[in-house]
């Protein structure tokens, strides 16, 4: 089954921490650039990292950039997304994705909420 499936969001004060990992099942992991969008209530989804497959390029949305880290364990199937300096405008449901050529799958979201 082809699934991507997003664990680690939850409830962080401002300043704080979290890591959300996604598990990929179902297809060639190693094969698919993978990426972490989110999304706010009232506004667009955002791609806010993306790595590519084997070389480990990264790019990152500019207001994230020097708090957040996308990395991936291709023997695991796993990619990850360490956040740090959390600020309440991170705040949104985050998803895992995975591209290759045409083809797109989406994880079902983790909500992350940054508050006092």
């Known amino acids: 089954q082809v699934q991507l499936v997003e664990s680690g969001g939850g409830l962080v004060q401002p300043g704080g921490s979290l890591r959300l990992s996604c598990a990929a099942s179902g297809f060639i992991f190693s094969s698919y650039v993978m990426s972490w969008y989110r999304q706010a209530p009232g506004k667009e989804r955002e791609l806010v990292a993306a790595?590519?497959?084997?070389?480990?390029?990264?790019n990152y949305l500019d207001s994230v950039k020097g708090r957040f880290t996308i990395s991936r364990d291709n023997a695991k199937n796993r990619v990850y997304l360490q956040m740090d300096s959390l600020k309440p405008e991170d705040t949104a449901t985050y998803y895992c994705?995975?591209?290759?050529?045409?083809?797109?799958?989406w994880g079902q979201g983790t909500q992350v909420t940054v508050s006092s």
């Open positions: 790595i590519s497959t084997t070389t480990g390029s990264t």
């Open positions: 994705n995975a591209r290759n050529g045409p083809s797109r799958l």
